[in-house]
């Protein structure tokens, strides 16, 4: 399954590193989604980026910085990461009509 | 309190068995739901969306109680291939995107041979 993608599947870095995550989908969908999945607790909705709207979730903190350069693309750009920020990033799209969002498999990142 | 609320078991249960899982949702505005699955280490996926008259799909049967704010599926004759964690997922027109959903932490079970 190809409908969602995400780069890189794995993502070791150091708090002062510089990285982005990046996620592409081929459905043709017109929204894109930033997700975090920390263990034992429920994904949080981290950005919706759409052509009508981009929301924000006013808890992530300033060292994570989306970009969506068109409708396929979503970036996560990460700088000065804590070590609590170790998760699965997951991507997600849907269509403007439809609720039903599509994950791609995640970024799993842990800093050291 | 959280919006989304499950039990996060874990459910072990043996093949052939019917299981039920319960959800709870704060917001008394939610005006849609589902169920997704998510398998040990990989991205969640739609199971089923729940409807005000209950559904069913093949072995699972979702039902909402709108009153009591209350969603459960039912899996009969499980499989060793429904071991995974269950997703209670709610969607709430607020004053944030409307394409927002909310997520349970998530019910985990696993189908013994």
């Known amino acids: 399954e190809t409908g969602v993608t995400q780069t890189p599947r794995h993502l070791v870095m150091g708090m002062t590193n510089k990285k982005s995550l990046k996620c592409e989908q081929h459905l043709g969908h017109n929204a894109m989604y930033w997700y975090k999945q920390s263990a034992k607790k429920p994904l949080e909705l981290m950005f919706v980026y759409s052509l009508e709207e981009r929301v924000e979730n006013n808890s992530v903190p300033s060292r994570f910085s989306p970009e969506c350069p068109n409708s396929s693309h979503l970036f996560l750009h990460l700088h000065t990461l804590q070590p609590e920020d170790s998760a699965l990033y997951l991507c997600a799209s849907s269509q403007d009509n439809q609720i039903t969002q599509y994950f791609g498999p995640g970024t799993r990142l842990t800093v050291l | 309190r959280k919006e989304v609320e499950q039990d996060p078991g874990p459910f072990n249960v043996p093949e052939g068995a019917t299981v039920a899982f319960n959800c709870t949702y704060s917001?008394?505005?939610?005006?849609?739901f589902f169920w997704y699955r998510q398998d040990c280490r990989k991205e969640p996926k739609l199971l089923m969306s729940?409807?005000?008259s209950g559904n069913e799909d093949g072995r699972f049967t979702a039902q909402l109680n709108r009153a009591s704010q209350y969603i459960s599926l039912l899996i009969r004759d499980s499989k060793l291939s429904d071991s995974a964690t269950y997703l209670c997922v709610v969607r709430t027109l607020s004053s944030g995107s409307a394409r927002q959903l909310t997520f349970g932490s998530g019910t985990q079970l696993t189908v013994l041979p």
């Open positions: 729940v409807y005000s």
């Open positions: 917001n008394s505005a939610s005006q849609s």
